[in-house]
């Protein structure tokens, strides 16, 4: 069964700080691997995925992600964050024809 | 987007009473989903359906049932709410993997308090 791994429950950074979400998930096989995000009071909508080709990822709103098979890790990235990007990031994996299996997210704030 | 709707936004309800939740969508997708969301863990899947005769359960099916009574309707019912089914509830849709996309879009949630 595939499981996912979120490292941090909740992170803290100033504006502009550098962002690095951390997510590993647990199946030996071809993986389809998702970020989405939920600001606060909406729902979730996709940041990005990756299902082949290039493992580096770029998303919405300077998102970006790195899937490295290896250590079967999908961490998600942000050269500078903003304020804006207040919000619970959600990683999840699908392999095969199987459901998708969420992480237990990770809150992030974002102190101006 | 208002592609995948959600009824009602906001619920309260008491122990013992049977409750709907109703998700309807726009999009023409096949694929439906009833994930739960509790704090510090994450989404839940409750049950999915690949299609109007397809129903299948998710991770934590017990004391839900389900309805899918059309390609954009699927229904979500507590036969008898509990406490412990006190949560936000969402639906999503998504297209089948064979377009290898497979990207999950959500309703706006239901809240749902079981007193």
């Known amino acids: 069964a595939q499981s996912v791994s979120q490292h941090n429950h909740h992170v803290i950074l100033s504006e502009a700080a550098s962002l690095e979400l951390g997510c590993n998930y647990s199946?030996?096989?071809?993986?389809?691997l998702f970020w989405y995000v939920q600001y606060p009071g909406q729902h979730l909508q996709l940041l990005l995925k990756?299902?082949?080709?290039?493992?580096l990822v770029k998303g919405i709103k300077g998102f970006e992600a790195e899937f490295i098979k290896s250590k079967f890790s999908f961490n998600l990235r942000k050269p500078s964050v903003q304020w804006s990007d207040t919000a619970e990031y959600f990683c999840?994996?699908?392999?095969?024809?199987?459901?998708?299996?969420f992480g237990k997210g990770t809150m992030l704030l974002v102190s101006p | 987007d208002a592609d995948v709707t959600q009824t009602p936004r906001n619920r309260i309800t008491k122990t013992g009473k049977r409750i709907m939740l109703e998700c309807s969508q726009t999009?023409?997708?096949?694929?439906m989903y009833w994930y739960r969301q509790d704090p510090g863990l994450g989404l839940r899947l409750i049950y999915y359906?690949?299609?109007?005769?397809?129903?299948n359960k998710g991770e934590i099916s017990d004391g839900y049932s389900v309805s899918r009574q059309a390609q954009a309707k699927f229904s979500l019912s507590l036969e008898s709410a509990i406490p412990n089914q006190t949560a936000l509830y969402f639906c999503?849709?998504?297209?089948?993997?064979?377009?290898?996309?497979?990207?999950?879009?959500f309703g706006p949630g239901t809240r749902l308090t079981v007193l």
């Open positions: 999503a849709t998504s297209d089948s993997p064979g377009g290898f996309t497979d990207t999950q879009y």
């Open positions: 199946y030996g096989g071809t993986v389809n």
């Open positions: 990756y299902f082949s080709g290039d493992p």
């Open positions: 999840a994996v699908r392999s095969g024809y199987s459901t998708l299996t």
């Open positions: 999009k023409g997708h096949d694929r």
């Open positions: 359906s690949f299609d109007v005769k397809d129903i």
